[in-house]
């Protein structure tokens, strides 16, 4: 299996779907049912109390020695005494305990807070010690669940422990990297590899961004792969994730895809003008062109997963999707959707982070840049018939 999560300190789904209460500090996250691996989902937006020079048990009130339900975590000081601390322990006994499973402790006010346990990498911690393996293991979740700008984004997890275990889901076809490291030790160890697509599929505050003010760093070189470095899973399981990275045996390895609740702006590779249309009109049958990006509401895309392989281009600002007009000729306009082939769009990498994308009904064809228009037409491999999605603030 695997696990679905968001990059927000919040895990709300199990592997069936089953939705788990939320913490009075946390938003209530929604996810699609998860088969077969493990989905979350992410919004820690930083770990408090990391820092270069103590590792997080290191202060804080919070003890590796001690179970999370007596000593392990301490009430009114540390972590418990702000938002931003009792953020960290929310991700961080998620991340340990498994569903069903609660740690109760109070701020210095002794105002008394509720942590809900969800993935259970290690369910040891609740009452006993957190010892080598349990420490990997909560920091390569909570390193995974890091998400800068603290938006919540589903992410399918594949790794090592049996709590999340391998798999791969066809709804999150991109693997972004992996993430290891041991965050209790002084200093911290906080560690991440690039994934071979984290630059396809992006979504905010997570990698292949230009992401600013994440606490990890990459041991092998800013740009350098995981598949370079790490030993693969074993198996058949070997193109799922990583079971060792450096000296670190518990590896999470996320997946994602495109976030359909955001904006996207889609620009040629040639030109770097950007999907809109004539004169932002909004009607069925608007000639969809390229013009300079202005921030106008006519060239923001919402990018939706239709099935396996396929999606659909949703004009932000009307509603309309991408479509070949009657789906026979070269002209792209926006229609009402219907599911015609025409209005399903494939994403091919071409390298360096940019897409051909090729409509279903003519899988030989490509989305290309012409002057102020668009058109589909016979892809030649051509910079106008390339390019690249990046998520809007």
């Not at 340990?96 to 369910?123: C, E, M, R, W």
């Not at 082939?341 to 279903?360: D, H, K, M, N, V």
Request: one cysteine or more; a negative charge.
């Amino acid at each position: 299996m695997g696990w679905l999560g968001n990059a927000a300190v919040a895990v709300a789904m199990c592997a069936s779907g089953c939705t788990a209460p939320v913490d009075a500090e946390t938003p209530a996250d929604s996810q699609p049912a998860a088969d077969p691996a493990l989905a979350a989902i992410n919004g820690l937006s930083a770990i408090n109390g990391l820092s270069a020079i103590n590792g997080l048990s290191a202060i804080n009130g919070l003890s590796a020695i001690n179970g999370l339900n007596g000593a392990g975590l301490a009430s009114g000081v540390g972590l418990m005494t702000s938002k931003e601390g009792r953020d960290t322990v929310s991700y961080m006994v998620r991340c340990a305990l498994p569903l069903g499973h609660t740690i109760v402790k109070t701020d210095q006010n002794n105002v008394s807070y509720t942590f809900l346990g969800a993935i259970g990498v290690a369910p040891e911690w609740e009452s006993g010690t957190c010892g080598a393996d349990c420490q990997e293991n909560v920091s390569a979740c909570m390193l995974a669940h890091v998400n800068t700008t603290g938006q919540h984004i589903a992410l399918w997890l594949d790794g090592d422990n049996p709590a999340i275990g391998w798999g791969r889901s066809s709804l999150f076809p991109y693997q972004e990297g992996s993430f290891f490291g041991n965050i209790f030790t002084s200093p911290p160890k906080a560690y991440y590899c690039n994934g071979k697509d984290f630059d396809l599929g992006v979504v905010p505050g997570r990698l292949g961004v230009g992401q600013k003010g994440a606490p990890y760093t990459n041991p092998f070189g800013a740009s350098a792969y995981c598949q370079s470095s790490c030993t693969a899973a074993p198996g058949s399981f070997g193109g799922d994730g990583y079971q060792s990275c450096a000296d670190y045996r518990h590896v999470i390895t996320v997946w994602r895809n495109f976030d359909p609740t955001i904006n996207y702006k889609i620009c040629n590779r040639a030109s770097g003008t950007c999907l809109d249309t004539w004169f932002g009109q909004t009607q069925p049958l608007a000639k969809v062109v390229a013009s300079s990006f202005t921030g106008a509401a006519s060239q923001k895309w919402h990018i939706v997963q239709v099935s396996p392989g396929k999606y659909k281009l949703v004009h932000s600002a009307s509603g309309n999707v991408l479509d070949v007009l009657f789906g026979v000729t070269t002209d792209t306009i926006i229609y009402k959707f219907s599911s015609a082939a025409s209005q399903l769009w494939t994403f091919i990498p071409t390298g360096e982070g940019y897409y051909r994308f090729t409509p279903a009904n003519n899988p030989l064809g490509s989305l290309t840049s012409s002057l102020l228009s668009t058109a589909e037409l016979l892809y030649s491999g051509s910079k106008e018939q390339q390019w690249v999605v990046a998520p809007l603030p």
